[in-house]
C-alpha cells in the first residue's frame, strides 16, 4: 500500500497518537497558551487606554497651551496698551511743564521789560528835569525883555541840548 492510502491500523494508531497530544496539550499546552493570549490582550487594552489617556491628557494640555498662549497675548496687549496710555500721560505732563516753564519765563521777562522801562523813564524824567533846569538857569541869567527874544533862546536851547 502507499502512502496514499494509508492502513487501518495506522489510521487507528495515529488517531490515538493524535487524542494524546491533544489531550495532553488540552491539559497543559492550550492553558498556558491562553493564559499568554489573554496576557498579551490585557497588556494590549492597557496600552490602547494608556494610549486614550495619553491623547487625552495630550488635548488637554494642547488646550491648556492655548489658553495661556491666548492668556500671554491678552496680557501683552494690555500691558502695551498700558505704556502707550503712560506714556501719552508723560507726554501731556511734560507739556504742561513745557507751557508752565514758558509762562513763567514769559512773565519774568515781561516784569524785566517794565522794570526797565521805568528805570528809563524815571532816567528820562530826570533828564528833562535836568534839562528844563538848565534852560530855566540860562534864561534866568539872561534879562530879556520881550516874549520873542524868550521863545527864541528857548527853542535854541532846546535844539542844542537835542543834538548832543
Given amino acids: 500500500m502507499g502512502l496514499l492510502t494509508p492502513d487501518g491500523g495506522l489510521v487507528f494508531w495515529m488517531a490515538i497518537a493524535f487524542g494524546i497530544v491533544f489531550l495532553i496539550l488540552a491539559k497543559f499546552g492550550f492553558p498556558a ?16 487606554e494608556t494610549a486614550k489617556k ?18 500671554a497675548e491678552k496680557q501683552k496687549l494690555q500691558i502695551i496698551a498700558e505704556a502707550q496710555q503712560q506714556g501719552e500721560q508723560l507726554i501731556a505732563e511734560a507739556k504742561r511743564t513745557a507751557n508752565l516753564e514758558h509762562e513763567r519765563i514769559v512773565a519774568q521777562a ?23 533846569i538848565a534852560i530855566a538857569e540860562k534864561l534866568l541869567r ?5 516874549k520873542v527874544s524868550q521863545t527864541e533862546l528857548a527853542q535854541r536851547l532846546y535844539k542844542e541840548m537835542k543834538q548832543s
Fill in 33 to 48: 497558551i491562553l493564559k499568554t493570549v489573554e496576557k498579551r490582550a490585557q497588556v494590549i487594552d492597557e496600552s490602547l
Fill in 54 to 71: 495619553t491623547e487625552a491628557r495630550l488635548a488637554h494640555v494642547t488646550q491648556e497651551s492655548a489658553e495661556i498662549i491666548a492668556d
Fill in 110 to 132: 515781561m516784569a524785566e521789560v517794565e522794570a526797565k522801562q521805568k528805570t528809563m523813564q524815571e532816567q528820562t524824567r530826570s533828564e528833562v528835569a535836568t534839562i528844563s
Fill in 142 to 146: 539872561q534879562n530879556l525883555t520881550d
